[in-house]
């Protein structure tokens, strides 16, 4: 059987949501126009999670996406609980005084993110308070440490990163009294999740990446045609300078063992990761750890199971890569996504395709004759085309699901075949993880006007 | 004089000598102004000050300057002709729809031929000729239609076969073709150059010419024009003109006292090409390809080519915007329709080279027609402007008009449907505007037949059973803003959607206006009539009446409780207005006019009743609903609801009493119905409307009432060769001219406005005669059915067109009405139409081209008249005594 297309697009669109940056009157103009994000499940329930949000005392927004493994917990908890790490680490030192005697006198606390949530992306009501705990922990040693100097982008994303992924393993050490919270907390830790984070500021985009999702910036070419850079490299076996960081790392005798089967110690695809305690701690910890545990997890298998030729942990680190780019009036957008877009498409592809879908909905670039020699019919033929590719880009009013459709549905000519879209679409539950993986993307366009104003002011 | 000219314009003299500067780019342009040393100061004072130096303004210069009032000043903002009419496509067209914007465009076609000789600028007018494509029949009717009124005007025009296009212009693509009509006297011109010539010929003649000259604000002072403010100083003046075309709205907002002129801009664009391989003749006639949406003209050796798209760009929507004017690019996407079109239309044009997409905004307005008159607040203030992207074509006419309105205190044509007073504040709306001129644009273009209304912009005024009657079926038409009926679609009788029921012959709502028709002769109907101008004016002596007396040809002196219909006449005896005056109490009365009244009647009577402030005049108009009981048994539904005797002996017709319907107290019924049935108009204070209604409509039952709408109206009262104002009856129209002398009280012991040419008219005769036509061999089921401005023939000579037709019900034949006149056969003067004249001719009506027989009436069937009553017996011996 068949989905019908209308049956398609409200798969496709169940989980879209898009965000326009409120303009201001000529101040505080920002480089980010909007974005479009979306998700497509493979997994039931999805292992992927995404994040935005606007840095509110610091200026900038916050976007990610998060690829869980063995469950959705530490992808969770990571989409949750990241961006606060990296917020409060780019706060200046009066900010965080300031925040903290608020909290010490029980006053109202200074807002520190705006987030930017489609309703099935959620907050974990149970935990807020441990991990606001955690959380103020951090700022009052950020307090105390006061270096005086103005926080670098690169460094509070490193730093937010590592104490993120210290703190949730250092909860499940420690363990909560409220079993619940205690399940959950070891949940968090023994799953893992990689994550790719972009900060736009300005013209400054920085993107801190762990693991093997990617960013991609879309730049228009002066001749109007589309290319990718990355903006993130990706942490696993196909990288070599990741597989050398790792060999390095541990003896010359577990050279061998260390990366197998293009997995690290032969189990783990990515080679950077929140949570995954498995492969952080000790193997003593870990055992202490699942027997003082609640049964659950006593019970699994999986967490019990310590990998082959485990002698010199930790094997795995959250550390991220920083890489920062100055943004250009060509850089149009850029694209955070899961491995499970990158698997399906090229780069080249996906810059293409969201670039012609972006200046095709806002007809950015109009036609001009100027000096050509151009005639009639030539010209007719033209805007017949571009008549032709509107409207089936019309379809979709989000680059992300606009893109999506591209990944699951394209065909060997590259463009989209409703038959195999709707079969792919409609495989059963336990099929579907055969074909594909979970797909999060976010699409964030650039304001190129804006950010040729700062370029000339530099 | 002669100095005033030298100083003008050394620069005119100059441009007119170098014809090709218009070309140039701006950057040029503004080295040329860089090098004209100083501006010429402007004058303290002059009796005229025009604002726009395009088409219009020039053009109002250029006439009035002939009509001898050379105190006139002229300012242009920028450069003169810089604006729209730059850029305009300048096509002279005469083929309009409308009567008086015919007469313009005709007019104009003349002023322009000539103009080069008068002034010696170089007009580039050319007599190509123009030819309309029809891709479909009902195109074909519309423009026969059309040839038929050039044709009565002594314009040549034909109806042409796709062969016969083929040889006229030889690019053209015919298959597609039923037919087409071929205008062969309309002409290309250069745009700007009329109106450098216009403007030349008016500083010759003493006008002054200004430009780089912004006006600010017009200052008025106790409702009257004072000045103008500019960015170069005050001029003291006592009339002003905005001919400020897209500019318009907002320079009639910027003083304090705003002057409403609703007008919007949309973008336009049309394409230019280089020349062809072998460059196109210029005189190569124009084609306009309205199913199509484009025209296309001759240019240099190439073509120019534009159109009216679906979906227009509108701009400038909260005001003059450097932004939207840095912008105006061209935008080829948005072109791509058009140019599919025109490459459908010549094929051979492919390999043509491009040489610009032009973008120049033209302003529209609600109802597709220019707006030209005086301000109904501001007492010298003139406006010119929303000229529909056909400037060029009506211009010429437009400004002979309006100076004639100036110079004369009226023009010399009904220009009614120009008027600015058509409008209200009410059409003034920014959203509302934005939204219609988005209708108004495509409207340009596609076909219009008979009774289509506007779908944007509705139910802005609406009778608080506006609901009530939507529940039950009504279909609605707007006048003025106003949401009337026109009939009701009985349940599960399903009517065409709007694009189908588009037709020029009998439409499918025929059968539903019968029952309703059928209804109203036989039982009862109730028609909500609210829209109607009411206006109540008393005083606190016999100021009132006195006043009314002067200004209405009836006697008003009529005992209270009286109705009376009268004609609200100007100097000449024609109706500026048609109405019902009731004398509520000795110093009160109650007015009720046509819907489109509202700022006319108004501005009319304020600017004539004495300034006295025991004298008040109210405009009621929105604290009454209206409900109209039509039929036979309206008298027993209203007795019965009001346990009064309503019977003629105790309620005589044309009668005015307040009494109460059902629980309410104080509603006013009169014993009027606007269609010669018996029956009562219910004025009620609206909140009690919709319980009245419910009364009516229950107690109506067992008298089989039932609700109706307007098309039935129109066809009781044409059968009754009832008389419209706004359709049949205009200001050159005289009750005398109209079989209604009994409504002018000659003698009613006091001098009246209009009297005198009355007086004149009644011992002279009248020169055109208000005429029922019955159509004879007619058939209903298959032809083409008439309208309005059909042209009448007697004993094969062009005598008159119709105003208004219908079709009877009961007569089961069509009727029309409209004016005959006598012209000598050899002069073609207008000579005095007798009763015999009209009663010894053989007549038919041409519709599209096709002539029908038709008998000639002077009076109405009096079998068609149920029951008379003894004022109604009094009215139709006034008509047969005559």
Known sequence: ?458 | AARMFLRLLSDIQWRAAHPKWRRMTSSQRSTSTTAEPHLVSLPAQAQVVICGGGITGTSVAYHLSKMGWKDVVLLEQGRLAAGTTRFCAGIVSTARPVSIELKMAHYSNKLYQQLEQETGVQTGYMKTGSISLAQTQDRLISLKRIASSLNVMGIPCEIISPKKVLQLHPLINIHDLVGAMYVPEDALVSSANVSLALATAASRNGVQIHERTCVSHVTIQKGRVTGVETDRGRIQCEYFVNCAGQWAYELGHSGEEPVHIPLHACEHFYLLTHPLKEPLSSSLPTIVDPDGRIYIRNWQGGILSGGFEKNPKPLFTEGRNQLEIQNLQEDWDHFGPLLGALLRRMPGLEALQIMQLVNCPESFTPDMRCIMGESPTARGYFVLAGMNSAGISYGGGAGKYLAEWIVNGYPSENVWPLDLKRFGTLQSSRTFLRHRVMEVMPLMCDLKVPRWDFQTGRQLRTSPLYDRLDAQGARWMEKHGFERVKYFVPPGNDLLDLDHSKTFYKPDWFDIVGSEVKCCKEAVCVIDMSSFTKFEISSTGDEALESLQYLFSNDLDVPVGHVVHTGMLNENGGYENDCSIARLSKRRFFMISPTDQQVHCWTWLKNRLPDDSNLVLEDVTWKYTALNLIGPRAVDVLSELSYAPMTAEHFPSLFCKEMSVGYANGIRVMSITHTGEPGFVLYIPIEYALHVYNEVMNMGQKYGIRNAGYYALRSLRIEKFFAFWGQDLDAFTTPMECGREFQVKLDKGMEFLGQEALWEQKQNGVYKRFTMFILEDHDTDMDLWPWWGEPIFRNGRYVGKTTSSAYSYTLERHVCLGFVHHFDEKTGEKLVVTTDFINQGEYEIDIAGQRFQAKAKLYPFSSLFTQRRRKDEVELSGYQRE
């Open chain 1, 1 to 458: 059987f068949y989905l019908t297309p209308p049956q398609v697009n409200s798969i496709l669109k169940a989980n879209e949501y898009s965000f326009k940056v409120p303009e201001f009157d000529g101040k505080n103009v920002s480089s980010v126009l909007g974005f479009d994000s979306n998700q497509l499940p493979a997994n039931a329930p999805i292992e992927d999670r995404r994040s935005a949000a606007t840095c509110l005392q610091t200026r900038g927004m916050l976007l990610g996406v998060f690829d869980g493994h063995a469950g959705c917990a530490c992808a969770q908890a990571v989409s949750e609980r990241l961006f606060y790490y990296i917020a409060v680490s780019l706060l200046p030192h009066e900010t965080l005084l300031e925040i903290e005697n608020a909290v010490e006198s029980g006053r109202a606390l200074l807002p520190i993110l705006q987030w930017h949530k489609h309703p099935n992306d959620y907050f974990s009501k149970e935990a807020s308070k441990l991990y606001f705990n955690s959380l103020r922990t951090y700022w009052q040693e950020l307090i105390d440490l006061n270096s005086g100097e103005t926080t670098d982008v690169r460094e509070a994303l490193i730093n937010a990163f590592k104490r993120l992924d210290n703190d949730i393993s250092l909860e499940a050490q420690v363990g909560d009294p409220n079993s619940f919270l205690n399940y959950l907390v070891l949940q968090v830790a023994f799953s893992g999740a990689t994550a790719c984070v972009a900060h736009v500021d300005g013209i400054d985009l920085h993107v801190a990446n762990t693991g093997d999702s990617r960013a991609m910036l879309g730049v228009q070419e002066e001749d109007g045609s589309w290319s990718a850079v990355n903006l993130s490299y990706d942490h696993n076996a196909q990288n070599e300078r990741e597989v050398e960081r790792v060999k390095m790392e541990h003896p010359k005798s577990e050279e061998k063992s260390v990366v197998k089967q293009d997995r690290l110690l032969g189990l783990l695809m990515p080679f950077r990761a929140f949570g995954d305690v498995k492969f952080k701690w000790s193997i003593e910890l870990q055992k202490r750890v699942v027997e003082s545990g609640p049964d659950q997890l006593n019970d699994n298998e999986y967490t019990k199971f310590i990998p082959p030729n485990y002698h010199t942990p930790p094997y795995l680190t959250a550390e991220p890569e920083v890489i920062h780019h100055k943004l250009r009036p060509q850089d149009k957008f850029l694209v955070l996504a899961t491995d499970g877009l990158w698997e399906t498409m090229h780069r080249q592809d996906v810059a293409r395709i969201v670039g012609e879908y972006l200046t095709g909905v806002h007809h950015q670039q109009p036609i001009a004759v100027g000096g050509y020699k151009v005639t009639l019919g030539q010209m007719h033929g033209l805007l017949t085309e571009r008549r032709a590719k509107i409207s089936s880009v019309f379809e979709d009013q989000n680059a992300a699901t606009h893109l999506i459709r591209h990944a699951v549905g394209n065909n060997e000519f590259g463009t989209v075949d409703h038959e195999r879209l709707s079969k792919m679409l409609s495989l059963p539950e336990e099929l579907a993880r055969m074909y594909r993986d979970d797909i999060t993307i976010i699409v964030v366009q650039f304001n190129s006007h804006v950010i040729g104003a700062y370029q000339n002011e530099e």
